[in-house]
C-alpha cells in the first residue's frame, strides 16, 4: 500500500514536469538558484575586501540612480511590452515593426536617462547624502561614469531578453545574468589590485557588455530578433497609452527605495552597505521565486487572458495561496537560522562580529515581508497583463506615504531597525491592497 501511494506521487510529479508552464519555471528556478549562489559567493569577495566601509557605500550610491532608471523606465517598458507583443503575435501582426517601435523607444528612454542621471547628479548628492567629505562625492562620480553605460546595455538586453521569453526560451534568457555575475567576480579577484576602488565600477559595465552580446547573439540565431520600417497600430498604440501609469507606478514604488537611502544617508557610515547585506538573503528569496514564476507567468498570463479570463484569475489565485503558505514556514525557518548564516557568510576580513549581528537584525525584519511581497509582485504581473495599470499608480502613491512617515517615527527610535520596519509594513500593506482590488475586478467577472 505505501509503495502504490508513493508511485502516486512519483506519477504525479512526472506528469506535472511534462507541463510546459511548470517545466519552464522549474527550469528558470534551478538556474536562479545557481545564480544567487554566485552572487553571494561575489558578495563574499566584496565584504571581505571593502567590509561596511566607504568604498563599498559610494558604490553602492554610484549605481543607485541607475538601477532606479532601469526598474522605473526599462521593467515597465518590458512589462507592458510583453503582454502587447503576445496580442500582437496572436492577431498575426507584423512583429517586426512591433519590435522596431519598442526597441526605438528603449533607446530613446536610456540615452534620455544617462543623460539626466549625468547632469543630476551633483544635485542628488547634495540633496541625499548632504555633508560628506569632496573626496567621497569624487569618487561617486568616478564610479558613475563607468556605470552610466551600462543603463543603455541593460535597456537593450531587457528587451531582448523579452522576446527570448515570448518564445518560451526561459534557459538562454534567465543564463544572461550568469555571465554578468562571471565578469565581475573575474574583475573582483584578477582586478582589484589594478583597479582599487574602482574594480565594482568596471566590473558592472564589462559584464553589462558581455550580457548585451549574449542575448543579442541568441535572439539572433532563433530568428527572434527582427525588425522592419516601425509603423503604429491599435496594439501599439494602446501598449504607449499604458506607459505612463506603468511608469508612474514604477517610479513611485522605486521612490520607496530612494527615500530609504535619504534616511539611511543620515546615519553612522556603514549603514547602507549593512542595509545593502541585511537584504540580500529577502532579495534572493524574492528574486528565485520571480525569476521562476514572475518572468514565465507574465507571458503565460498574456495569453491566458485572451482566451479565458476567469481561468487566469483562478490560477492567479492558487499561485497565491502556494506562495503565502509555504512562504510563511520558510521565513519562520530563516529568521531562527539569521545570525549563523550571515556569520558563516561574510564574517571574516574587515568584516567583524558586530557588522554580523547588525545585518542579521536587519534580515530578520525584513524576511517578514518576503511572502506579501512575492504576492503583490505577482498580483502586478497579472494586472499588468489586463492593462490595469493605472491602479498600481495609485497603491504606488499611498504606499509611498506611508513609508515616509513610518520612516520618521520608526527611525527616530530605532535606527536603520525602524527604517527597515517600515519598508516591512509598507510591503505587507500593500499586498492586501493589490489583493482587495484583484478580487474586486474577479467578482465583476464572475
Known amino acids: 500500500m505505501p509503495s502504490f501511494k508513493l508511485k502516486d506521487i512519483f506519477d504525479k510529479v512526472n506528469t506535472s ?16 538558484v545557481v545564480i544567487k549562489a554566485i552572487a553571494f559567493y561575489k558578495e563574499t569577495i566584496i565584504a571581505g575586501s571593502f567590509g561596511l566601509g566607504e568604498a563599498l557605500d559610494t558604490f553602492m ?3 543607485l540612480v541607475p538601477t532606479f ?83 543603455f546595455l541593460w535597456g537593450m538586453s531587457s528587451m ?29 579577484i584578477f582586478l ?3 583597479f582599487g ?58 521612490m520607496n527605495n530612494y527615500i530609504d537611502q535619504f534616511f539611511v544617508g543620515s546615519l553612522v557610515a556603514g549603514s547602507i552597505s549593512a542595509l545593502r547585506y541585511g537584504n540580500s538573503i529577502p532579495a534572493f528569496g524574492v528574486t528565485i521565486v520571480i525569476m521562476a514564476i514572475g518572468s514565465v507567468i507574465l507571458p503565460h498570463f498574456s495569453r491566458l ?32 537560522m539569521s545570525d549563523w548564516f550571515v556569520e558563516l557568510w561574510l564574517e571574516r576580513g574587515e568584516f567583524t562580529h558586530q557588522d554580523t549581528l547588525k545585518v542579521s537584525g536587519i534580515q530578520q525584519i525584513l524576511l517578514i515581508s518576503v511572502p506579501f511581497n512575492l504576492c503583490t509582485l505577482i498580483m502586478v504581473k497579472f494586472l499588468t497583463s489586463i492593462n490595469k495599470n493605472k491602479f498600481m499608480a495609485w497603491v504606488s502613491l499611498v504606499n509611498l506615504a506611508i513609508n515616509i512617515i513610518l520612516n520618521i517615527i520608526l527611525m527616530k527610535y530605532y535606527e536603520v531597525y525602524g527604517l527597515v520596519m517600515s519598508t516591512t509594513i509598507v510591503l505587507m500593506l500593500g499586498s492586501v491592497f493589490y489583493f482587495s482590488y484583484t478580487y474586486k475586478q474577479y467578482k465583476k467577472i464572475r
Not at 521569453?165 to 565581475?184: D, H, K, P, W, Y
Not at 481561468?311 to 531562527?336: E, N, R
Request: charged share 15%; net charge positive.
Open 17 to 32: 514536469l511534462r507541463n510546459p508552464l511548470i517545466k519552464s519555471m522549474v527550469t528558470v528556478a534551478v538556474i536562479g
Open 61 to 63: 550610491i554610484a549605481i
Open 69 to 151: 532608471i532601469q526598474s522605473v523606465f526599462i521593467n515597465s517598458l518590458k512589462n507592458i511590452f510583453i503582454p502587447n507583443y503576445i496580442t500582437e503575435l496572436k492577431n498575426e501582426g507584423n512583429k517586426g515593426s512591433f519590435q522596431s517601435i519598442i526597441f526605438i523607444i528603449t533607446i530613446i528612454i536610456s540615452l534620455i536617462s544617462v543623460l539626466i542621471a549625468y547632469f543630476s547628479i551633483d544635485i542628488i548628492l547634495e540633496l541625499v547624502y548632504p555633508g560628506k567629505e569632496a573626496s567621497y562625492y569624487i569618487l561617486v562620480k568616478k564610479q558613475l561614469n563607468f556605470v552610466l553605460p551600462a543603463l
Open 160 to 188: 531582448l531578453g523579452g522576446l527570448l521569453e515570448v518564445a518560451n526560451r526561459f534557459l538562454v534568457s534567465t543564463l544572461a545574468e550568469l555571465f554578468s555575475l562571471l565578469t565581475m567576480i573575474f574583475f573582483l
Open 192 to 194: 582589484i589590485d589594478d
Open 197 to 254: 576602488q574602482m574594480v565594482l565600477a568596471y566590473g558592472t559595465l564589462a559584464g553589462s557588455i558581455v550580457g548585451f552580446i549574449y542575448l543579442l547573439f541568441f535572439s539572433i540565431k532563433f530568428n527572434d530578433f527582427e525588425i522592419s520600417k516601425p509603423v503604429m497600430n491599435d496594439n501599439s498604440r494602446l501598449m504607449i497609452k499604458q506607459l505612463p501609469p506603468k511608469i508612474s507606478s514604477s517610479f513611485l514604488s522605486a
Open 305 to 336: 487572458v485572451n482566451e479565458d479570463l476567469k481561468s487566469a484569475y483562478h490560477q492567479l489565485f492558487k499561485t497565491l495561496k502556494i506562495i503565502l503558505g509555504a512562504g510563511l514556514v520558510v521565513i519562520a525557518i530563516g529568521i531562527f
